[in-house]
């Protein structure tokens, strides 16, 4: 290990935190673990305002995701204007009503079933603030020539995944929407093509009697396994 005042051009030392002992790194994995087993997909959203500080925040915790080679690929757009949430609105469910009737093979309307989803989404309108997620195929060094990314959705799932865990534990609830397909969003938020949109993540405050699907999850011995 180099000594402090022998760091490699280009690095920084790793920054400090202070040293935790086996038995609090159990308690605060444990918090971590009941906190985020408390996260449900919400479809029912109050009309409650959400502070843009605590939107800020999480999204900054989201930045922060690793990536490949730390290109960053992502865009995060905040849309609160009920104008523009509307226009979302119309056009996603465009897309699923195509989707539901005519694209849909039977096997994965099979599956949605017990979920009870369709082609209409009132929580885009409904949620005071939805944040569209776009992932970055390239961008633009200092001299305008383009800069490939790498591990595009890789990194763009990571940072998204934070991003749902930091507005569970800041207490919002959220909802990720994939209307297939998803251009209608370049469009309507000024994006460039070079950005395909990733997602949309419904944010907001349970309506008052929200309810979510009865669904269990797989056993923790089945989905993990050690050698």
Known sequence: ???????PP?????????????GEMLVRATRLRDELATRRTVRDFSERPVPMAVIDACLQAAASAPSGANRQPWHFVVVTDPATRRRIRTEAEAEERAFYRERAPA???????????DEHKP??????CLIVIFAQLYDRDAEGGRRKHYYVHESVG???????SALHQAGLASLTHTPSP?????????RPAHERPFLILVVGHPAPGATVPAITRKPFDTVVSRR
């Open 10 to 22: 280009g690095r920084v030392p790793l920054p400090a935190r202070p040293a935790v002992d086996d």
């Open 182 to 190: 998803m251009r209608f969003l370049n469009a309507i938020l000024d």
């Open 107 to 117: 096997d994965w309307l099979e599956a949605l079933a017990p979920l009870g989803t």
């Open 158 to 164: 990571i940072a998204t995944g934070m991003l749902i």
């Open 123 to 128: 929580f885009l309108e409904e949620a005071p």
């Open 1 to 7: 290990m180099n000594p402090p005042d022998s760091v």
